[in-house]
């Protein structure tokens, strides 16, 4: 027996069923993912990035969004929530609504065992696509550790990682700084359950 084939589902469609749902889903190339919920770790790392971040961006000329914020992709068609987003200058979206972001400076996500795959792989092969797109961020819950991928002139990207306590990330495209004491505070961590491989092309 095949599987039937899903409907193709025009991102109008998707937009507005998404406009009017209490839960997040995905779309991409006519389909669309539900996404899972989040759990405490998951939420409070977040919630600690977005605090950092809007403490270090008041006075500046960026934005920072949680994770209700949609970001599309234009070059490949995703829509699709990252855990935060800043953009820096005059955000552009969509349409009049102002909920589907097209320019995001920076995008970080924090991981979990059903999409660090995704994150570190096909997702990020989106969102290299984005051209303001200046650093992606990836925040482990399992464990202390941060890796930091900052686009550089010549088109390649740079990867750094922060694992020690005291530790910290540089993202000079917003002048911000992602101290490890403050992203992991309140957080229970748990013993490597997710075994996160810590070379990032290990997918």
Sequence with gaps: MTAQPRPYITEEAYLEQ???????????????????????????????????????????????????????????????YPDVVVVCGQPEF???????LTNPTV???????????????????????????????LIAQDRQYIEHYTRQKNGQWLFEEASDTTARIIIDSIGCTLLLE????????????YNLPLDPAGE
Aim: with cysteine.
């Design 18 to 80: 998404e406009r009017r749902s209490s839960t997040k889903s995905e779309y991409y190339e006519g389909q669309i993912y539900a996404m899972t919920g989040a759990k405490e770790a998951h939420n409070l790392i977040a919630s600690n990035i977005l605090a950092s971040m809007h403490r270090q961006l008041r006075h500046k000329p960026c934005r920072v969004y949680p994770s209700d914020m949609r970001v599309k992709v234009l070059r490949t068609g995703l829509n699709t």
């Design 94 to 100: 969509v349409d009049e609504k102002r909920d589907t």
């Design 107 to 137: 995008i970080v996500e924090v991981l979990s065992p059903s999409t660090e795959r995704y994150d570190r792989g096909v997702k990020f092969r989106h969102y290299r696509a984005i051209e303001t797109v200046q650093d992606y961020i």
């Design 182 to 193: 403050d992203t992991y505070e309140k957080v229970d961590l748990e013993e490597d359950v």
